[in-house]
Each structure stands twice: as C-alpha cells, then as structure tokens.
C-alpha cells in the first residue's frame, strides 16, 4: 500500500513579505529595482492585483498574419522571391517598390500568386510616387484575373502627410469611395509610425504622434464631406519593435485602447480595433547575422505578444538587407514566426499579455502620458499644425 506524502502548506505572503526579504538581500536600497521608462514612466519591479487596475483582454481577432519582405531587385527576381516566400508559408506579401510600375509589370510580378489566399501589400519608395495610379492597374490585374475584389486583402502604403508637401487629399478620397464599396478588406491610407519611434524612452510620444496623425485623417476627410468610419475601416497603423521587449509589447497594447478614445471622440463606437502591422527595427541590427537572428526573435515575440495584426521582420543581414539579402536570412524571418506560432502556440490568443500586472501596468501608463501628449497636439490644433509634443 502506498505511503501518502506529507501535506505541506505556506504560510500566507504578500507584498510586503517580498519587499523585506528585498531590503534585506539590498541593504534597504530598494531604488536600484525601479525601471524608468523616462521622466514620465517609471515603474516597480512588482506589482499585485490590488495595485492595477483590472483591463478585459483587448478585443481583436487571435494570432497575426505571417508577413514576408521580398527581394528588391528586377521584376523577375521579385516575383521569383515572392514565390519563394508562399512555398516557405508567408501569408502576406510586401512588395517595396523602388519604380513606378505599369500595368504589365504589375502583372509580371503578381503572375502565379493567389491573391484570394495571401495578403497583397505595396511600399511605394521612389519620388513622385502615385499609389492611386498604382491601385488602379492593381484593381484592373484583379478584374482581369477573375478575382472577387470583396475577398482580396491587403494595403497600399499611402500616408499623405508624410510623403507630400501638398497632401493628396482628392485621390485619397477616391479610393477610399472605391474600396468602401467593392474592397471591405483592403486598406488604402497608412499611419506610419516609423519616424516617430526613438527608443523606449520616447514611447509615449510616439504613440501620441500616431494617433494625432489618424485623427488628422478622419478630420480631414470628414471636412470633406465624407464619413469618417470609412476611413476607420481601411486604416492601418505601421509601427516598428525595437529591443526593448516590455515596452513595445505595452505599446501596441496601448495604441489599441488609444485609438479606440479617439474613434469614440468622433462618435464612432463599437468598431472594429485598430489593424497593426509591426516591422523590425533595422537600426537596432548589427552587422553580426547570428546575433540578429537572436534580435529579430525578441522582436518578433514582444509584437505578437503586443497583438500585432500582421508582422514582416528583416532578414537578418541588417541595415545592408535593403538591396542585398541571403535565401538563408528571408527563410529565418518566416521561420522565427511559424515557431512562435506552432511552438509557442501564441496565435490562440487575442491578448497575450492580458494578466500579467506589470505589462498591464506599464500599457496604462503608456495611455496615461501619450494621451496627456495627444492633447497637446490637439490644443495646438492638430498634428498638421502642432508644433511640439
């Protein structure tokens, strides 16, 4: 017969009970435990359910969609990358775009890819870029294809304020009348966000940059007559991840709950969450490809931790991957995220950094200070006249 083990049981514990045996293991300098994010932010090493504020789980759609950079290079080797890139499970496709294209290139590079199946996304480069010219040889490719426009997913990176000294306002109307009645799933105007991340420290403002920016696009359309929600509807918010892992998980957490205020001044409610799509950060990259991979797998994780929609990550040769990468380094970048998806299992959850006190804490009080910073810009009158954050 079995012996039964002996019960063990604990005396109760709380914080208290940690922070003396802290103080202890210090000599009661508990200060050198503080983290600060910047002057604004600054956070204890622990915290309890008593002491933050409980948050239901952001509500968005599970998991993210595999996303895959291609090659840059002639047609031909692009459509050859983007062939490669399906084979090897990338769910959507960024074509960066360096020319113009007409409509037999757009052709030649889509030629054998399903785009009822995968994403399609297009980064305009070049100077005197025209992405409504572009969506138009795109739409025209569909129709001639046979493809039902209402199912294609996808964007075209097209962000007024930031790539025109006159904003194109009209052609960004047009297509968003276009795309609201045929193309619910596609998204044609862009926040970038890009230019605004400087590190952790200045996370805050970041995120106030963003969410200025999108309000600037509902105002301005809206001014001209048309409905806000529409732009709502195919709006995407580009951010970058960086290294430091707690931050950018609270601050694609954060952006979600931002946005969401904002909607709710313009009197839309119960919309659709904001649609992120994270990058790498190629600044934090060095020139050592090993060391990068271990770089492009914390970022990977902190933006599906941090609920992004869709995530492409740099091969890992770094800054020089923008003209010159290796078939090694593109197949990484998808295969850091099928682990985190079939290991990790982290495409289960909408939110998976719901729970946990200090991510919940560090996310409110990155919605504390950046909405604090919106409303600057807004009193300023908006991120087309602010001048300061």
Not at 164 to 191: A, G, H, N, T, Y
């Amino acid at each position: 017969m079995p012996v039964a083990a002996p019960s063990r049981s604990f005396p109760p514990s709380d914080k208290s009970d940690w922070l003396d045996r802290v103080a202890k293991e210090l000599k009661n300098d508990l200060s050198q435990l503080d983290a600060e994010v910047n002057e604004r932010i600054k956070l204890s090493p622990l915290y309890t359910a008593e002491e933050v504020t409980a948050r239901p789980p952001l509500d968005r759609p599970a998991g993210w969609a595999i996303g895959a950079y291609l090659n840059s290079g002639t047609n031909e080797e692009i459509h050859a990358s983007a062939l490669t890139a399906l084979e090897q499970g990338a769910e959507a496709l960024l074509y960066r775009l360096f020319h113009q294209p007409d409509a037999a290139e757009v052709a030649q590079l889509l030629e054998g890819v399903r785009l009822d199946m995968v994403s399609l996304h297009c980064a305009l480069r070049y100077p005197g870029q025209d992405p409504a010219e572009l969506f138009r040889d795109l739409v025209k490719y569909l129709r001639r294809e046979g493809y039902d426009l209402s199912q294609i997913e996808g964007s075209v990176d097209f962000d007024p304020l930031l790539d025109w000294s006159e904003p194109p306002f009209p052609p960004l109307i047009r297509l968003l009348d276009f795309v609201s009645q045929w193309m619910p799933r596609f998204k044609v105007l862009q926040v970038n966000a890009a230019g605004f991340n400087n590190g952790p420290a200045s996370a805050d403002s970041e995120l106030a940059l963003a969410i200025a920016k999108g309000a600037e696009y509902l105002q301005q359309v809206r001014d001209r007559g048309y409905s806000a929600e529409i732009v709502n509807d195919h709006l995407q918010f580009a951010f970058t991840v960086g290294t430091s892992y707690y931050v950018d998980i609270a601050k694609l957490r954060a952006l979600r709950i931002l946005w969401a205020n904002v909607l709710k001044g313009f009197g839309i409610e119960d919309a659709p969450p904001a649609f992120i799509a994270a990058h790498t950060d190629v600044a934090t990259l060095s020139d050592d490809r090993d060391h990068n991979l271990l770089k492009l797998t914390t970022q990977a994780l902190s933006a599906v931790t941090g609920g992004a929609d869709q995530l492409f990550l740099a091969p890992a040769e770094g800054a020089a991957a923008e003209r010159q990468t290796s078939e090694f380094s593109h197949r990484m970048a998808l295969n850091i995220q099928h682990l985190l998806r079939l290991e990790a299992g982290l495409e289960q959850y909408a939110d998976p950094a719901a729970g946990s006190y200090y991510l919940e804490k560090l996310t409110e009080e990155l919605v504390n200070a950046a909405w604090e910073r919106f409303l600057v810009i807004e009193q300023q009158g908006g991120f087309a006249e602010a001048t300061e954050v």
